[in-house]
C-alpha cells in the first residue's frame, strides 16, 4: 500500500484483511511509521499480506527516513525470496489539484518501481461521493489523460472504490491477482547491483528535493542576516531580537535538512534486523495456521465418518 499521509491506506488494509489490525487517522498526522503488515489472508485461493507504508509527506519522519525504511523492508523481503505482487497506490478523488506532497509522492512511486515494474501498479482513487460530482469525474478524467498518463502508458491500472468495505477492496487487489511477481528498481539496484540508496532513482530524487530545501533555506538565512545588520546601523532593537530569533529557527531547520541528507549515505543494520524478526514471526504465524487448518479438516473428516 502507498500513498500519502490521510489518503485512507491503513483504512484499506483493515477493509481488505477484515480486521482492524492498522490505527487509522483521521488527520494529517501519520499513524502509520513504518512498514506494518496485516494478517494473512485468503482471496480467490491465494494467500494475501498487505503491507501499509508511511507517507513521503509523513508529518513525524522526513522523507529520507521513509525511503531508508520501505527499502529496508523490501530488501530484507527479496533476500529471503519473497517477491511482491505488486502495489496499490491510493489516490483521494477530492484532492483539487496534483502539486506539492501528491506530486512527489507519485514521482517516487515511479522512482521507486521502474518503469518496467509499472504493469504491477494499481492507482486506486478513493473517497468517492455517491452519487460521484461532476468535478469529480472531471479529475479522474484529468488524472487518466495528463498525470497518471505515463504510468498507464506502461502497464499500470486506474481503478475506483466507490466505497469503504471489504467488497470494494477486494474488487481492487483482484486486479493485481494475475500478476507475475515483481523486484521494484530500488530493490535490485541496491541488493543485485551493489548500489548505494542515495545512488538510486528514489535516493537521487529524494537527495535532490534535500539539496533545494537546503539551498533555499541558506537564501532566507542570509537575507535574514542583511536585515540584522540593518537593524543594527538603525539601533532598532526590538527588530533585531525578532531577526534573531528568525536566524536562529533557520539555522536550526538546516541543520535537521543536513542531517536528513547525510543520513541517507548511512547504512541501518537495525532496520533489516527488525524486518527479519518479522518475517520470522510471519512464517511461524502462516505454519501455525495451515497445522490448524489441517488438524480442522481431520477433526472434520473423523465427524463425518461417524455420522
Known sequence: MYGGTGVGKS????????RPDMSVGHDLRSCTQIVAASQPFVLDGQNIVLFDTPGFDDTTMSDADTLKRIAEFLETMYRRGMKLKGLVYMHRITDMRMAGA??????????????????????????????????????????????????????????????????????????????????LEVTSDVVDRGMRLQDTEAGKFVEAELRFKLDKQEQE???????????LAENDLKFRNELEKLRAKKENDMSTLSRQLA?????????????????????????????????????????????
Open 11 to 18: 483504512q484499506f488494509v483493515n477493509d481488505a484483511a477484515g
Open 263 to 307: 543520513s541517507l549515505g548511512v547504512e541501518v543494520e537495525e532496520g533489516r534486523k527488525f524486518w527479519e524478526g518479522q518475517f520470522e514471526d510471519m512464517r511461524a504465524r502462516r505454519v501455525q495456521a495451515m497445522r490448524l487448518a489441517d488438524e480442522q479438516g481431520k477433526f472434520l473428516n473423523l465427524e463425518s465418518s461417524w455420522s
Open 102 to 183: 501528491s506530486a512527489r509522492t507519485y514521482r517516487l512511486l515511479r522512482n521507486l518501481c521502474g518503469t518496467a515494474n509499472l504493469s504491477n501498479v494499481v492507482i486506486c482513487t478513493n473517497m468517492w461521493s455517491n452519487p460521484p460530482t461532476e468535478d469529480e469525474l472531471r479529475r479522474e478524467a484529468q488524472l487518466e489523460t495528463e498525470f497518471f498518463k505515463v504510468a498507464l502508458e506502461n502497464g499500470a491500472k486506474m481503478v475506483r472504490r466507490s466505497r469503504p468495505g471489504m467488497e470494494t477492496a477486494h474488487d481492487v487487489l483482484r486486479v493485481l491477482l494475475p500478476k507475475a511477481p515483481t523486484v
Open 221 to 231: 538565512l542570509q537575507e535574514i542576516k542583511a536585515e540584522i545588520a540593518t537593524s
